[in-house]
């Protein structure tokens, strides 16, 4: 580690003068792409609906209050807490929930197989978890649609095999959309992870080997914690997309509830064309993405300290 | 960093240098998808030397969202359907073609020239017109099938084995004949009732999806699946047992158009490509690729024997047929709600 310190700070000095033009085209493009959408977006949901799409320039709080409160079919009678919003946010929070629990599940023995292997086999596993996300993936979700369905290839081969009399009715369910969220998302758990064990010292295992730790409590207090910070980046990657994905619970789910991402979707593409209600509705889910990254980054830099 | 700038000048002058010697006529073409054969494009590059450009979207308000949001300028012309025509005329997205502009503008067939969404044919043509209505597979349900219970009350056979379009304009307007209430009425408990009949009917459908209804009826992964007249009859020549219904509740007629839009950067180009479009030959191509009806006069001997006597392209005598009419701002917020509710 002293090492490492010592060459970067040859390097700082290095590149001092040209340091600030150097870091001009990152900065580009966070304030290009990152801050001034979201900057957009924000003035966007205060602004009044245009019908049909558009909007004009006239502040409004309407938006939010849609969001928030229900007024009946006809927007007149007194206010009540509208839940409809609240439950889709709420569903797809599980969905991701679940959906990283399963590539976490998955995801960590995978990657703590790939590690243990020989160094030089090792990019020859990486590089085969990575083929299949070379295909894209509406693509892939879609195929995945023709493998689930009632009379498809997995329904075919398990009664093939007599294991099952009824094919399982899968697609259409929450159960199809889970497994194309596990599906999309997994290597991007199985990578973090797998980088995080490939540093890690297996002469520590051998230590708690020595000092009588069973496997389990090896795992538990000596591998995890080290490689806690990938576990952690892994979880992000996996549940913050998962929770805007709207091509699994569409193509999978059969769109027959929104989620987050296809009730932002609606306000653009759809009929409605509520684009002051489609900004707001993102906005919160970034309030609400941002809360969860604190709490992740606060637990951790507690976890540090301790 | 000299030698840097000196490549990046170097390398913008050979590329402005590239796009001079590629300079050519173009036209830009905002359309749906797989609705135009390539066998058509190449022969209209062939005999004006116009190249076509094409972009494509999936739905008529996804369409005129893309526009909204900066697009304007950057096609010539669209495909947008009928009470979408109307729309954008309200936007005032469409420019107006002049009388004598279009040279085969007299090939439109007559009852086409004076329609409720462009009245004597100022911004738009004709492309395709077909109807959306359903499918039902025969072997699940054999009886008759030209009534919308087979959507919205269906017997225990059908239930959880029916698609319905991911579309609210149509699903609302299937929904008001269903009802044999007006479209896009404000009367509060025509609404209510609208609101009650879709939440009863949701526990019955298996999906929403527009994209794949062909292959859902091919697959029978759906027994009813509400389509377009066109990809029903590819459905049934690929094998699948269906029969498309005229419901005597009413079905949907639609009518696809190319409209000129305002700020069309190729605009003499563009009334070329429409010219083309008016040209019986021309157009029966596409007919006979997308198996819709064309609005164009001496169309129907140019047509495949399947298009012309197909069940799909000759509707059922007494079924009453309707446009899906845009609401007022008003009604929409509620038909919005009544959306939401169906799929919150």
Not at chain 1, 270 to 284: D, E, H, L, T, Y
């Amino acid at each position: 580690m002293a090492g490492a310190n010592i060459k970067s700070g040859i390097a700082t000095d290095t590149y001092a003068k040209e340091r600030y033009w150097l870091l001009l085209p990152s900065w580009a493009v966070l304030l290009i792409f990152i801050v001034v959408p979201v900057a957009i977006m924000m003035v966007y949901s205060f602004l009044t609906k245009e019908f049909r799409g558009g909007v004009i320039w006239e502040f409004s709080m309407a938006a939010y209050d849609q969001f928030f409160f229900d007024r009946g079919l006809f927007g007149d009678e007194p206010a009540k807490i509208e839940w409809t919003y609240l439950n889709i946010y709420w569903r797809s929070i599980w969905q991701a929930g679940l959906a990283t629990i399963f590539s976490l599940a998955i995801g960590f023995p995978t990657a703590y197989f790939i590690a243990t292997r020989d160094a030089k086999v090792r990019p020859i596993w990486v590089f085969l978890i990575t083929i299949p996300y070379w295909v894209n993936l509406l693509i892939r979700t879609v195929s995945m649609k023709f493998l689930l369905r009632d009379n498809g290839p997995l329904n075919s081969f398990l009664q093939m095999l007599e294991v099952i009399e009824e094919p399982l009715h899968i697609i259409n369910t929450n159960l199809a959309v889970q497994l194309g969220l596990f599906y999309s998302y997994l290597p991007f758990m199985v990578l973090p992870i797998y980088a995080a064990i490939e540093r890690y010292n297996f002469s520590l295992s051998e230590a708690a080997a020595d000092l009588y730790a069973s496997k389990w409590q090896t795992l538990r207090y000596v591998i995890l914690p080290t490689v806690k910070p990938g576990v952690i980046a892994g979880c992000i990657l996996v549940f913050v997309p998962s929770m805007g994905a709207f091509l699994a619970p569409d193509l999978l789910g059969g769109a027959k509830n929104f989620m987050i991402g296809s009730l932002i979707e609606e306000q653009f593409k759809g009929n409605a064309g509520n684009w002051p209600f489609g900004a707001a509705a993102s906005m919160i889910l970034l309030t609400m993405v941002l809360i969860i990254l604190m709490v992740f980054s606060r637990q951790q830099s507690k976890a540090q300290e301790a | 960093m000299k030698t840097m700038l000196k490549s990046i000048t170097a390398a913008v002058a050979l590329s402005v240098a590239a796009d001079a010697a590629m300079a050519q006529e173009e036209v830009v073409v905002y359309h749906w998808f797989e609705y135009l054969p390539q066998s058509l494009i190449d022969k209209f590059t062939a005999e004006t030397g116009i190249k076509v450009t094409m972009d494509t979207y999936d739905s008529n308000e996804a369409m005129l969202a893309n526009l909204k949001a900066g697009a304007m300028g950057t096609y010539d012309v669209a495909v947008p359907g009928d009470y979408m025509v109307d729309i954008m005329v309200g936007e005032g997205m469409l420019d107006t073609i002049a009388a004598g502009e279009l040279s085969n503008m007299g090939n439109i067939e007559d009852k086409w020239v004076n329609v409720s969404f462009d009245d004597g044919r100022k911004h738009s043509i004709p492309y395709q017109w077909g109807s959306t209505s359903f499918a039902v597979n025969k072997d699940v349900h054999p009886g008759n099938v030209h009534n919308t219970d087979l959507l919205f009350n269906p017997p225990a056979s059908l239930s959880g084995k029916i698609n319905m379009l991911d579309s609210q304009g149509d699903v609302m307007a299937l929904a008001a004949l269903h009802m044999g209430i007006p479209q896009c009425s404000n009367d509060r408990a025509q609404l209510k009732a609208l609101n009650a009949m879709l939440q009863g009917a949701k526990q019955h459908w298996a999906s929403f999806n527009s994209d794949t209804t062909k292959d859902l009826l091919v697959s029978g992964d759906a027994a009813v699946s509400m389509i377009w007249n066109g990809y029903s009859a590819k459905a049934r020549a690929e094998g699948a047992n269906i029969e498309y219904a005229y419901p005597e509740q009413g079905f949907l007629v639609w009518m696809d158009n190319v409209v000129l839009l305002k700020d069309a950067p190729n605009r003499a180009n563009a009334l070329k490509f429409m010219d083309f479009l008016l040209v019986p030959e021309n157009i029966a191509q596409v007919s006979n690729y997308a198996q819709y009806a064309a609005g164009v006069k001496n169309v129907g001997p140019l047509l495949g024997e399947e298009l012309r006597t197909s069940p799909e392209s000759n509707p059922r005598d007494g079924a009453p047929a309707a446009f899906v009419q845009a609401c007022d701002a008003q009604t929409q917020v509620v038909y919005d709600q009544i959306w939401t509710n169906l799929k919150k």
